[in-house]
């Protein structure tokens, strides 16, 4: 079998890609090894850049039918009490809205329904767009992609195979890259479960030895990610669902009766945090995207957006290449180019906020809790985390924004122009540099 781009991995990452190539004429191969939808809860939160990303793609208006929007993030501080209402300490909230651009909220959308919508818009080019359904890519047999489907084995050949396989990938294999994994001192349990119809806001809610993330979902689900030490899980399931149900109730009194809605175990999924970043992205005429080049730390909700922005990169930069007539393979240093910093960027916020709720003790929350608010007291520092989290733009924080959140210098009173915003945004030069450099 012959096609241009062979993707292997039909998750997020891949339709993205496969979907965007099919749409600008090029004929893709996609290999998925599931049959139906998987069980596995994955990334729920799409972030603005992702959203603008999808509104290029034509899907908007579906995705926003079937999410729930999150126009701020809450930070709450508590104390927790023995089957008592806790008592707040501190209540933060970050607003998207902060940011200079229309895209001024994120979007809670079950991940299996983004990718149903990606899918449906690849198979609506059905000239460019082959989707091979429990189709496992086994690796290369003399440089062409040896697919099982079944019981058949498929060639496929290509002039690009990318690699959208997440964690495990056969492609990454292949080019020989460096991956250093970063492990972390605990683990999450995930599970969705009932929300009250108003309980409509994202948040955050800690106390110095307690951490519960609560992000609603639409038909009035929230799904819930609660922190434990690494190694724990298996005292805690002995311990029972009343253990949670207590945990959840005295956290979150809202939610003390949809927590009851956990009736087994086998709901709740255990989610071991791990970081790594590949060397490099590319090798030859093999590229790779999406988790298979990198993992985040969930703390700060990237992992499935920065596979939908590699894609929208890597797709744009293919397209370009066929409508223009060049070779891809000379130019894939673009997409590790654009990618690359910009990844390694968010690895290390995410990081960093994930350090922030990794320590047990009174001392760290107190700190914790000055940081946190003074993100909102310095509206520079307001601006610049949302605008890097949101994924629209790149704003480093510096030596004295630092020093601002840690308290060593006081808060500052200034308003942070729209204008001087516009420096920090990604622009389409920015995003898809080589229709600029590459002229004529
Ligand atoms: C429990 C959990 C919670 C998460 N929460 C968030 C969150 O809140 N926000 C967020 O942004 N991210 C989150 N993430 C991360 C996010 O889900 C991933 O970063 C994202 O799904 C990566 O997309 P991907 O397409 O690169 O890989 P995947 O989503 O892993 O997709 C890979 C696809 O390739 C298929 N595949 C694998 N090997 C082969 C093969 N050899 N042949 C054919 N097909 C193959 C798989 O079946 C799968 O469909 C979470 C992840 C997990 C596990």
């Not at 939908?308 to 930069?317: S, W, Y």
Request: glycine share 8%; net charge neutral; aromatic share 10%.
């Amino acid at each position: 079998m012959k096609t241009e781009v062979f993707v292997a991995g039909g998750g997020v990452g891949g339709l993205m890609l496969a979907a965007k190539l099919a749409s600008r004429g090029v004929h893709v191969t996609i290999a998925e090894q599931l049959t139906k939808e998987s069980p596995v809860y994955k990334g729920e939160l799409l972030q603005p850049k992702t959203l603008a990303i999808l509104e290029d793609l034509g899907v908007i208006d579906e995705i926003e039918a079937c999410g729930h929007v999150l126009d701020q993030l809450r930070f709450q501080e508590i104390h927790r009490r023995p089957h008592q209402t806790p008592v707040e300490i501190n209540l933060t909230e970050l607003d998207y809205g902060r940011v200079a651009s229309r895209y001024d909220h994120s979007l809670m959308v079950p991940h299996e329904k983004t990718k149903a919508i990606l899918r449906n818009k690849g198979k609506s080019y059905e000239e460019y767009f082959h989707y091979l359904k429990g189709a496992r890519f086994l690796g290369f047999e003399n440089g062409v992609a040896k697919v099982k489907q079944g019981k058949e084995i498929i060639y496929v050949e290509a002039q690009v195979y990318v690699g959208a396989e997440g964690r495990s990938s056969p492609t990454r294999d292949a080019m020989n890259v460096k991956v250093e994994r970063t492990d972390y001192n605990h683990h999450f349990l995930t599970v969705t479960i009932p929300r009250p119809e108003d309980f409509t806001k994202g948040k955050i809610i800690t106390t110095s030895t307690c951490f519960l993330g609560l992000f609603p979902l639409p038909d009035n689900e929230v799904r819930t990610v609660f922190l434990i030490k690494a190694g724990e899980y298996k005292t805690i399931k002995e311990k029972g669902l009343e253990y949670l149900y207590q945990a959840y109730g005295e956290l979150e009194p809202e939610l003390a009766d949809g927590v009851k809605a956990i009736t087994d175990w086998k709901t709740v999924q255990l989610m071991i945090p791990f970081t790594y970043h590949v060397d490099h992205y590319y090798a030859g005429n093999l590229a790779i995207i999406g988790d298979a080049a990198h993992t985040v730390h969930p703390m700060a909700g990237e992992g499935m957006n920065l596979a939908v922005q590699d894609a929208d990169v890597l797709g744009e930069l293919l397209a370009w290449c066929k409508e223009e007539g060049k070779p891809y393979e000379q130019y894939l240093h673009y997409y590790e180019d654009v990618r690359k910093p910009r990844v390694s960027f968010l690895l290390n916020l995410s990081h960093l906020s994930a350090l922030v709720y990794s320590f047990r003790f009174e001392l760290w929350r107190k700190f914790r809790t000055k940081a946190v608010q003074r993100i909102y007291d310095d509206d520079q520092l307001h601006v610049k985390q949302m605008l890097n989290i949101a994924g629209l733009g790149r704003w480093d924080f510096s030596l004295i924004d630092r020093a601002i959140q840690g308290s060593m210098l006081p808060a500052r009173r200034k308003k942070v122009s729209d204008r001087k915003q516009q420096k920090y945004l990604f622009s389409e030069r920015d995003d898809y540099p080589w229709r600029y450099e590459e002229k004529g």
